[in-house]
């Protein structure tokens, strides 16, 4: 580990308290909800590689909850807490120099990710998250803009890991697994998505509506022959069949994984993503739409004042950011939540000049991630691997200066882990995967 303490530039080299000089990593994790309470009960169930943890978040009060409900399912970790706005630079490099993490695992919103990063910049931070970057103000996803820190990371001589969850994340690492050993050439990628749980609520988002809703509602978007191919929203679909479930409509989205897999891999002539969706859900919301409650732009209202409504004020809402105040929160779904997810990669493509076909794919019991976390399992299998990546990180194993999607490291030690860590994987070797077409 003594190479870790060389390329970290977060700590002085005369620095006695060190953790990455005694094995261990110094962690910050910015965000309190489902995602970030899975990732916090497994970085507390792997205290022999991470040391010194922080929890910070725009409400400190939910960081000390997690803390406490962490403690009360036995883990005795040590965990600090505290309040940042992730929107202020300032407010970051503050708290980073403060607390001098050598890794900010970002958890925080999409529309936060620059601001972390150039935070983590200044304080010599290395970087890891979930999602990709996509501006407030629209609903329009790619990697462009934070593949654009590459040479400053480089020069940093710092780490950035993006897309350290499921999709994005492990179907990458699966991708990249499926290269590694199976594949000459890999000619066709179908990532399939299916949530058939039970959360017994009319209308819930599985994470933040607000984010989750303006996914679902963009165009569809897949990569044939060298061009991107647009699509009507969620226009596109056919059932197919997952494990354990059986057949399910699975609707053609846009996700940002394909952008990166395509660069990455380019022997790929076609690449597609799925999600299930049941008929309830797409008719709540058609009707969240026709009523303009999905729009992401402000819009005047007058407000009657708390206390005093013979008195009004005029004030900008988003009324997606309403809405999401209005719907369940994702974090409470767990305790009745029935049935599980399953997620894989699709795979064609030739090895010795044959043809094969080759599928690897998790299931997931919502109750088994609410029993051990208290969180769904749509938070659990994004949670467990960005502790995962952070793991990778400390170990040596996913370090080196610059920003890179998780497929361009290595895939085995990492499966190995979310294997060891609740997400087993299964594969199928030149059967059927539906997708010959």
């Known amino acids: 580990m003594d190479n870790l303490q ?76 505290a309040e940042v706005d992730a929107d202020d630079v300032e407010q970051l490099k503050e708290l980073f120099n403060s607390f001098k993490p050598e890794l900010v695992i970002n958890l925080a919103l999409p529309y936060q990710d620059l601001t972390i990063m150039d935070a983590c910049l200044a304080c010599g931070c290395n970087y890891l998250d979930t999602a990709n970057y996509e501006p407030k103000d629209e609903a329009h996803f790619e990697y462009s803009w934070q593949w654009a820190y590459k040479d400053r990371f480089e020069k940093a001589g710092l780490t950035a890991i993006l897309g350290c969850g499921f999709d994005p994340g492990v179907s990458q ?66 059932d197919v069949n997952y494990p354990n479930i059986g057949a399910r409509d699975s609707y053609l989205m846009h996700h940002e994984e394909l952008e990166s897999l395509v660069k990455n891999y380019p022997t790929i002539k076609r690449a597609r993503f799925w999600m299930t969706f049941g008929q309830e859900y797409l008719t709540h919301l058609r009707v969240i739409e026709n009523l303009g409650m999905g729009r992401i732009d402000p819009i005047e209202y007058e407000a009657p004042l708390a206390g005093n409504e013979s008195e009004t004020v005029k004030v900008k809402i988003v009324p997606l950011q309403f809405l999401k105040a209005v719907l369940p929160n994702p974090q409470d779904l767990g305790e009745n939540y029935e049935g599980e997810t399953s997620i894989g ?26 029993d051990e976390t208290g969180m769904q399992g749509v938070s659990y299998t994004t949670g467990v691997p960005a502790m995962a990546g952070a793991l990778m990180f400390f170990k040596g194993i996913w370090r080196k200066p610059g920003v890179y999607n998780v497929e361009e490291f290595d895939p085995d030690p990492f499966l190995k882990v979310i294997g060891e860590q609740g997400l087993p994987w299964h594969e199928e070797f030149d059967k059927d995967i539906e997708f010959n077409d």
């Open 173 to 238: 690492v699966f991708t990249a697994y499926a290269a590694k050993h199976y594949f000459d050439e890999i000619q066709y990628l179908d990532i399939v998505d299916c949530n058939a749980g039970n959360h017994h609520k009319a209308f819930a988002t599985n994470f933040n509506p607000e984010i989750n809703i303006r996914e679902i509602t963009q165009k569809g978007l897949f990569y044939e022959s060298g061009q991107w191919v647009e699509t009507a929203p969620l226009a596109v679909h056919r």
């Open 345 to 370: 990669c699709r795979i064609r493509g030739l090895k010795d000049g044959k043809e094969h076909t080759y599928y690897i794919y998790n299931n997931c019991r919502h109750q088994d991630a609410y």
């Open 6 to 81: 060389n390329q970290n530039n977060s700590c002085a080299a005369e620095c006695d308290n060190c953790q990455c000089k005694k094995g261990k990593g110094r962690v910050l994790m910015i965000g309190a909800g489902g995602v970030a309470t899975v990732c916090a009960f497994k970085i507390a169930q792997n205290a022999d590689v991470f040391g010194d943890f922080m929890i910070a978040s725009r409400h400190r009060e939910k960081c000390d909850k997690l803390v406490a409900n962490i403690h009360a399912k036995g883990y005795d970790m040590d965990i600090k807490t």
